[in-house]
């Protein structure tokens, strides 16, 4: 079954599954992971035993949900810009200095760096889990159930939708790029791939206003119809719950923690 | 001219020009009747698809009318117009943007204000009509092209339109999926104006055909006969594939058999 679990065979991100962490309603797991992330990042940089108590209830989460550990540290690829930041800080932080392997850094600044990273892998992981135990058009469904506002939901469910349609153009431009002989091995190359960038933005733009035609071929006025007689969805009373357990466990791990180290303090 | 049916739909004298000033279509006259199937057949960039996206009101005319079931489509009347035409466009990616199959069909009915019990019946007996129920879950990125070219012909047969309008329905269709778009638009109790250059196709579902060239029509007539007039279609870029004999389908085009190719 492991071959499964690489991308491009669910939909979008999400890998099927029925586990404990798939069958939380989709309303729910966003609040749960909002409200996570929500306790990750008013933790004080201070406290690193509670980032790491954070990271083993996320490992839990994972372990839980059935997700394999080299597909979690795939996806956390995205991550990588913002590690390149954080690693910057430490040089361009005021404050006093320390030496790491022989180079001087700002001390405030290594600490701030070390935070920031823990609260983005965090997040990144916590997302991660979501979207792999959520159908997107669950989590469409969620969003709207959470009273976001039609609009955008909409189009965050167009982005679903044309997503993939755009990605499988991408593709095909690929191949028809490599069939004719063109390798990705030099900067000198970046040319062509920004024109085919180009090319797929126009295309898109062109799509675009096909849609817009055909929906407007259908009666479409301005407004998106209420769809919602077709969602025969129901939710089990407390199927919520399992969700809640995360940002509760996080926030009793902060107040231990804080409570301890105001407690040895003094 | 005034005859007692009001014809399912009829053009007079439609001329039309972008506002670039590129003149596209010079008084096109086409009429279709209840129940027929016509085949509006002609080269690329001879004005077919501008003359369908007046069909519904999307495009204006410049001069002439175009009338739906005696209705004349302008900007009064154009809800009921969408509601009659139901316009299916070459690439169904285009037409199927919901995230779901069901989704998408119930997005016309919905639109036209059907809910509740009425839409979700709407969207299964469309769904049906196109031999594709059971799917109203699925993602449209999932189903095979020739399923998504069905499921758009659901998507507009959900609004229950006096007339269909296919643009080149079967184009990318391999031939089975071709052979089934073929018996479901047959199945179809409404009106089909079918704009292709599949000749065969139009043949195999069309007792009239009607050629377009340059903004104009050059010849109305039975299929058959059409096509037979090689002179005439070559001299307007349309060509019979190899092989293929018109005067062997005369007599029995668009009946429900159509013809020597499965009844051997």
């Known amino acids: 079954m492991s071959g499964s679990h690489g991308d491009g065979h669910g939909d979008g991100l999400h890998v099927p599954g029925h586990t404990v962490v798939h069958h939380v309603p989709a309303h729910a797991a966003l609040l749960g992971v909002v409200a996570f992330v929500l306790v990750v990042v008013a933790t004080p940089a201070t406290e690193p035993l509670a980032y790491a108590g954070y990271a083993l209830l996320l490992g839990a989460a994972v372990v839980l949900a059935g997700l394999a550990p080299a597909l979690v540290l795939k996806r956390m690829v995205v991550e990588v810009p913002f590690v390149v930041f954080a690693l910057l800080v430490p040089f361009v932080a005021a404050g006093p200095r320390v030496e790491v392997l022989g180079v001087a850094v700002s001390q405030p600044g290594l600490v701030d760096a070390g935070a920031l990273l823990a609260k983005a892998t965090l997040g990144v992981v916590a997302a991660i889990v979501l979207s792999a135990t959520q159908h997107p058009r669950a989590l469409l469904l969620g969003l709207s159930r959470l009273r976001v506002p039609d609009l955008v939901v909409t189009i965050a469910g167009f982005m679903f939708r044309y997503t993939q349609v755009v990605l499988d153009e991408m593709r095909r431009m690929r191949v028809a790029r490599e069939a004719r002989g063109f390798e990705a091995t030099s900067v000198r190359q970046a040319k062509v791939l920004a024109q085919s960038a180009g090319a797929l933005f126009i295309r898109s733009y062109e799509r675009g206003e096909r849609v817009h035609l055909a929906m407007l071929s259908r009666g479409w006025d301005g407004a998106m119809p209420a769809l919602t007689d077709l969602r025969r969805e129901t939710v089990r009373r407390g199927a919520w719950l399992p969700a809640a357990v995360l940002p509760l466990a996080a926030l009793a791990v902060l107040t231990v923690q804080l409570t301890t180290s105001r407690g040895l303090a003094p | ?264």
């Open chain 2, 1 to 264: 001219m005034t005859t007692a049916p009001p014809l399912a739909l009829s053009v007079r004298d439609l001329a039309f020009a972008y506002p670039d000033g590129r003149q596209v279509l010079y008084g096109v006259d086409l009429d279709v009747a209840r129940g027929e199937r016509v085949a509006m057949l002609g080269p690329n960039g001879a004005g077919k698809t501008t003359l369908v996206l007046h069909l519904n009101g999307i495009l204006s005319p410049g001069r002439g009318e175009v009338r739906v079931d005696g209705l004349v489509v302008g900007p009064d009347t154009r809800r009921e117009v969408r509601r009659r035409v139901g316009i299916v466009f070459q690439d169904p990616d285009d037409q199927l943007f919901m995230p779901t199959v069901a989704e998408d069909v119930a997005f016309g009915p919905a639109n036209l204000g059907v809910t509740g019990a009425d839409l979700r019946r709407c969207v299964d007996r469309a769904l049906e009509q196109v031999a594709m129920s059971g799917f109203g879950d699925r993602s449209p990125h999932h189903l095979s092209f020739g399923q998504r070219r069905r499921v758009a012909v659901a998507t507009v047969l959900a609004m229950q339109p006096q007339i269909l309008v296919l643009d080149e329905p079967s184009s990318n269709l391999d031939p089975a999926s071709r052979r089934e778009l073929a018996d479901i638009v047959r199945s179809l109790p409404v009106s089909v104006l079918m704009v292709t250059h599949d000749l065969p196709y139009a043949a195999e579902l069309c007792s009239r055909s009607v050629l377009l060239d340059a903004g104009q029509v050059v010849a109305a007539r039975p299929t058959a006969e059409l096509l037979a007039d090689t002179e005439l279609l070559g001299a307007h870029r349309l060509e019979l594939p190899y092989g293929f004999e018109p005067t062997r389908l005369s007599g029995c085009y668009g009946e429900p058999v159509a013809g020597a190719a499965r009844d051997q």
